[in-house]
T-cell receptor, first 115, second 112 residues
Framework: DTGVSQDPRHKITKRGQNVTFRCDPI?????LYWYRQTLGQGPEFLTY????????KSRLLSDRFSAERPKGSFSTLEIQRTEQGDSAMYLC?????????????FGPGTRLTVL | GENVEQHPSTLSVQEGDSAVIKCTYS??????FPWYKQELGKRPQLIID?????GEKKDQRIAVTLNKTAKHFSLHITETQPEDSAVYFC???????????FGTGTRLQVFP
């Protein structure tokens, strides 16, 4: 499968625990995005990278959230001290160079449940 | 701030009929407008997009129209089929930023 992949697909954790998600973009895509989607809503932008540089962060991304893309390939999203309100689907998307940031291809998502 | 409104929230049609979903955006700097289809439990999939230098784009049974003056764009699906049933999201991207702002989605049900 040459699409965007995410791991794990599902994560159940207890409130207060830390969790980390991984996203592998489509090969040679230089832009990588993280979104959060709750039931019945559209994806909400969290942050994005161009290569290894994190260029924008939403105010939705509190100081408990951190994202990295150290080598400009895969990315991780960590949530510290999880809260029940963090329960959502976390989607990753990537975009190739030259086509503009809009042409984004999504991964299958990681569904987080915080008990 | 940036906002995208989408209507209707649900839409039921008979197989073979047409379906139209409408979106409006607030950021006049928006220049790219994709539409995504999301089936239950699956990833959003890009089905068609349009850039601000074009007024209409068509791909088989799907078409999108854009009115920059009124800041709205629409998705048109003709000859609907049961497999078109899904949630459809519109989105807008501003040339000032690199983030997509999504609408709240339209649940389309096509009855055989």
């Amino acid at each position: 499968d040459t699409g965007v992949s995410q791991d794990p697909r599902h994560k159940i954790t207890k409130r207060g625990q830390n969790v980390t998600f991984r996203c592998d973009p489509i090969s040679e895509h230089n832009r990588l995005y993280w979104y959060r989607q709750t039931l019945g809503q559209g994806p909400e932008f969290l942050t994005y990278f161009q290569n290894e540089a994190q260029l924008e962060k939403s105010r939705l991304l509190s100081d408990r959230f951190s994202a990295e893309r150290p080598k400009g390939s895969f990315s991780t999203l960590e949530i510290q001290r999880t809260e029940q309100g963090d329960s959502a689907m976390y989607l990753c998307a990537s975009s190739p160079p030259g086509q503009g940031a809009g042409t984004q291809y999504f991964g299958p998502g990681t569904r987080l449940t915080v008990l | 701030g940036e906002n995208v409104e989408q209507h209707p929230s649900t839409l039921s049609v008979q197989e073979g009929d047409s379906a139209v979903i409408k979106c409006t955006y607030s950021d006049s700097a928006s220049n790219y407008f994709p539409w995504y289809k999301q089936e239950l439990g699956k990833r959003p999939q890009l089905i068609i997009d349009i850039r601000s230098n074009v007024g209409e784009k068509k791909d088989q049974r799907i078409a999108v129209t854009l009115n920059k003056t009124a800041k709205h764009f629409s998705l048109h699906i003709t000859e609907t089929q049961p497999e078109d049933s899904a949630v459809y999201f519109c989105a807008a991207l501003s040339y000032n930023t690199d983030k997509l702002i999504f609408g709240t989605g339209t649940r389309l049900q096509v009855f055989p």
